[in-house]
């Protein structure tokens, strides 16, 4: 199956960045290269996968706990 290709309104609303700032992060992505898409005569279009890989790779693990502590003289 293909993958879909999202409006910028709908990544905004899958990064969960629409209620505080509308397109205009989606947007700043875009223009800045940090997020591939793909131009339909002259829309922008985000592959879905895209933006699943984005959020995959700036999604932060928790530290294990008592990680912090180790290296520190007591």
């Known amino acids: 199956m293909a ?3 999202l ?3 709908q990544v905004a609303v899958r990064l969960g960045t629409w209620e505080e ?3 205009r992060f989606p947007r700043r992505l875009i223009e800045e290269r940090r997020i591939a898409f793909v131009k339909v ?3 922008v279009r ?3 996968s895209v933006v ?3 959020i995959a790779a700036n ?3 928790p530290r294990r706990r008592g990680s912090h502590l ?3 003289a007591a």
């Open 70 to 72: 180790r290296g520190v």
């Open 46 to 48: 985000i592959p879905e």
């Open 7 to 9: 409006n910028v309104a």
């Open 52 to 54: 699943d890989a984005y």
């Open 41 to 43: 005569g002259r829309y």
């Open 21 to 23: 700032s509308g397109e």
């Open 3 to 5: 993958d879909r290709l």
């Open 59 to 61: 999604t932060v693990q």
